[in-house]
């Protein structure tokens, strides 16, 4: 059970970002193959997102596949592949009952028909959702996005700003919207990298480096990164008499 709910209070709405690292050596410690280890970050997946929604996160958004995974061997991406269709077809009623909504950022163009269509019906389905706005990076690369945004930056008659910016990142991510920044990102499986995930986003977000491989991690773990992120104190350049006034 949650009981530091009130580490989520804000007078916003937070964007929670989580890398989901360490599924595969958690199968691997266990002597079971890799693909037991992502099955069980499904699980793990569910726990956060059911407590994203309790604790009132506005936005979570979780890095399932990275463009440079797709250098994996091919049983272990196939296995992924079919968990990512499972999951979004077998969760979709359970979003529609708590309005959560759905958002698939990244590349499309090389998955299987099936699982574009099982993206696309659940984004559909879950469109009106007015709750938690859940966010699944697949067949993402932070600087590739960057590097399309600032392409087509340069190809529009637009003022560059970093709002006009955000916009098309948004735009080239399937986001739905401006590319929103990360108030607090955290890495579950002891590694101290961001790896090519929300680096524009991310530009201020408080990061927290957990060494709880990502089947482990459960809603008191959000919680206790809440509560980090509270005693941070987050000045944005400015200086301590300017933030408190």
Known sequence: MIQSASCSESNRPLHVAIIMDGSGR???HRGLPRESGHQAGTDAVRRTVEAAERLGIGTLTLFAFSGDNWRRPSREVASLMHLFEEYFRRDLP?????GTRLSVIGRRDRFSPQLQ???EDAEAESADGQGLHLRIALDYSGRDSILQAAR????RIIEPTREAFA???GEI???GGP???VDLLIRTGGELRLSDFMLWESAYAEL???????PDFSGTDLVAALCEYRTRDRRFGRVEELVAS
Do not use: D, G, H, V
Not at 94 to 98: A, D, H, L, Q, Y
Not at 152 to 155: A, E, K, P
Not at 208 to 214: A, K, V
């Open 26 to 28: 958690w199968a691997t």
């Open 94 to 98: 359970r979003w529609e009952k708590s």
């Open 117 to 119: 269509e099982a993206i």
């Open 152 to 155: 087509q930056l340069r190809r």
């Open 167 to 169: 916009e098309l990142l």
């Open 173 to 175: 991510m399937n986001s």
């Open 179 to 181: 590319s929103p920044e």
């Open 208 to 214: 927290i480096f957990s060494e709880q491989l990502w």
